[in-house]
């Protein structure tokens, strides 16, 4: 049973449709703790070096599961944003809102060139984003958590988002899980 004061909430969805940005401010409104967890693969040093073919670092199944361990005492105490492209390593007990950002590929594609991205990663990401992959994947994974879909073009549409999630953050509480 989750002894947790205060709900914490998944932001996941494809690199560039908004994540980091929107969880920043998100953090700073409603005073959560903001995970970045990518910036906790690299930083903690849970990754198996860079991989110039794939332009990333890769993670094996271990350092996900010693980067999990690394913020299981932070998500037990609640009130965390976790903020990742991917969703597959999370428990369900974690969390009692899972959100997907997405965006419109006019607005993704301009974003994914911006950051310098090889042509191949683009289009993977791209793809990715199209055929709705962490989309799939969150609703499959989190069958008894509230799970909202938001886009994220636009800076207003983000606005909007941090409102909602904060009014869904309420609905939900701290449920015992
Ligand atoms: P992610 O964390 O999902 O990879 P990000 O927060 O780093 O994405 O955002 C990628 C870029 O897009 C960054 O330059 C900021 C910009 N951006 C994010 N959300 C946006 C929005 N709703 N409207 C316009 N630009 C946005």
Redesign the pocket.
Known sequence: MSQRSRPNVLVT?T????????CELLAEEAGMKHINFGSILLEGGFNAGYNAEFDTHDVTEENLADACDSIEAAMGEGGVIL?Y?SCDYFPERWFDLVVV?VAETNSLFP?LE?RGYSKKKVTENMQAEIFQVVLQDAYELYPNVRKETLT????D??QENIASIQQMLQEVGSAAK
Do not use: Q, Y
């Open positions: 969805g690199p560039g449709v908004g994540k980091t940005t929107m903020d492209a950002l974003r911006a994220s073009n636009t800076v549409e983000m």
